[in-house]
């Protein structure tokens, strides 16, 4: 057991992009463990796209991290000493905590993760602890497509949006077509999980693209990223559409707010529905939308695609990728070893 | 019986506010009846702020009005002649139909328009035509409020702003906040109407007003106008709340795509909906809302005032008095005389 612990702790605001002095990582003592309280090691660290949200000064849907904290994270781990009655040593447990190698916690924010037979941790936790109950929400319970809809999805080869247009086709849409940023991304898209058409965003006009293959208009666009991609699923709805609002990546890194989309009038001219939410108001239900996801990753229907960045030093560059699109699936960071 | 009618016809699409040659009344003779057809005359028609949408070349939730064809409009008139079967001579009938004091007409677009008793025509028309229906189902089916809610209602003292004020107060709503332009009608909302507070645009920031106004956050936001205003009501919009898109008259003058809210973000931030709605596409169900309306109108739970323009050579330029503010509620035109 090591007697010191690595936590990033939350150095500098950024005022637009993550710097290299926006977190820093330090080492402390681990604290002796007090009744009620165990101490995990981190295994896996899942990065999002929302950790950035977390950074500024906004009024957003948690408290901004003041300067000083520790940075924090979804991570999954192992329960290596407990004096807590709801957590046994050796056990595995998930939940919202800080970006540390070993902590000490009450538990408030976790909850045992029983790891599903014959799928690796990487990959249980991978899709199961945010991206897939964020896809399973966002589209089903939010952007509710019909069968024979048709459904776009930005941002559709980072974790959320790949498992979106996933399970829009289980869910019987006709057409689903993703936006992403290069044709390596838009081949696996299409040849490997089933997308109906991609489209690169680096290579042509996101709404010539749309108008190309999505002839009879959209039903449902399920957005990670806002701008361009927006306004152009906005351009081409059909009537009584709904968009959901997932992700405005494309945001996040800006201190002033920036001009909502340009079609926004097309909320009254299609009768449009844009709901936002946020995953964490979900997580009495995760049980429900883990037993689904399992299933459908057992039976092959739901492909991803993971990209692990090695060591708890590399999280905050890791980060970044999430906002150059340099990312090859589901970001995470591996701390430490998975046990057996 | 007149041989000639005045027809309002499209003459040249504006490119921000509407011109003196926007529109340009003609003279015709009134063609004989064709079995099916009636002759309509005109008493009194609504002028809507949507009314300038048609104008424009978008794509609306109507096809855009051709050069050359005549304008269109909520009026409701006498049936002075008639080889239709549904359409007895002596009636009233209230259709969307052309700016025309009297037309021959299939009586597509039309419904017998039953005066309730004891409800003047002028006022039956103002309130039932466009703005009650709005209001009604904008407020109650979409912006959903609850007991003890606070709404708050752009463009409050307009047609359909007034009442939405009133029926959220019938709903239960706790404060009633409206944004009006004069401090005239300001004190109108909060002296006459009920609102529990108003705004007036002209003479404070919006987001200093609803701060003071609105120390519990805003649940449901009832949007006329867009702009400066939605933002305001998205920034304080409490979590999970529901924003109601009935109208985007701040951006209707202009002919390129204008930004969206700048506060866009807090659609996910606050995990809001918001919902835009077109009232033609509730046309089936006005008897239900009718019912409801006239029995608050009979109950004095509901006031209005009406905004008369004198003659059908008025129209055009009582048009533009929405786009400045310079009505005083429900704007319509005395076309003819109301029959006893």
Redesign the interface.
């Known amino acids: 057991m090591p007697e010191t612990a690595q936590h990033w702790y939350f150095n500098k605001r950024p005022k637009d992009v993550i710097e290299e002095d926006t977190l820093i990582l330090r080492s402390e003592p681990i604290p002796e463990l007090k009744d009620g309280e165990f101490l995990l090691r981190s295994v896996y660290m899942s990065l999002d796209a929302t950790n950035r949200?977390w950074l500024s000064d906004?009024?957003?849907?948690m408290d901004p991290l003041p300067i000083g904290a520790r940075m924090l994270g979804f991570i999954v781990g192992e329960v290596v000493k407990s004096r807590h009655a709801g957590f046994a040593e050796g056990t595995l447990a998930v939940g919202l905590t800080t970006w540390s190698d070993y902590v000490v916690t009450t538990g408030e924010g976790f909850v045992p993760f029983p790891k599903p037979e014959g799928i690796s941790l990487a990959d249980a936790f991978g899709v199961l602890a945010v991206a897939g109950p964020t896809a399973y929400v966002g589209l089903l319970e939010i952007g509710k497509p019909k069968a024979g809809d048709t459904l776009v999805v930005t941002a559709a080869a980072g974790a959320v949006g790949a498992l979106v247009g996933q399970i829009g086709k289980i869910a019987g849409c006709r057409k689903v077509v993703g936006i992403a940023g290069s044709d390596t991304k838009c081949r696996w898209l299409v040849d490997d999980l089933g997308f109906d058409a991609a489209i690169n965003y680096n290579k042509e006009d996101i709404l010539d693209g749309l108008r190309r293959e999505c002839p009879d208009g959209i039903d449902v666009h399920f957005e990670n990223v806002?701008g361009e991609a927006l306004d152009a699923g906005l351009?081409l709805m059909n009537?009584f559409g709904r968009v959901v609002?997932?992700?405005?990546i494309s945001?996040y890194n800006s201190s002033e707010?920036?001009?909502?989309?340009?079609?926004?009038?097309?909320?009254?001219?299609?009768?449009?529905?844009?709901?936002?939410?946020?995953i964490l108001?979900y997580a009495a239900r995760f049980p429900e939308y883990h037993e689904k996801l399992v299933g459908w990753m057992r039976d092959g229907k739901l492909k991803y695609r993971l990209h692990v960045a090695e060591g708890l030093e590399s999280a905050q560059d890791a980060l970044r990728l999430l906002y150059t699109g340099g990312n090859n699936g589901k970001l995470m960071v591996r701390i430490g070893a998975a046990p057996n």
């Open positions: 949200v906004w009024d957003t849907y806002g351009t009537n609002i997932c992700g405005l945001t707010p920036v001009p909502g989309p340009y079609m926004f009038r097309n909320v009254i001219m299609k009768r449009l529905t844009i709901e936002g939410f946020v108001d």
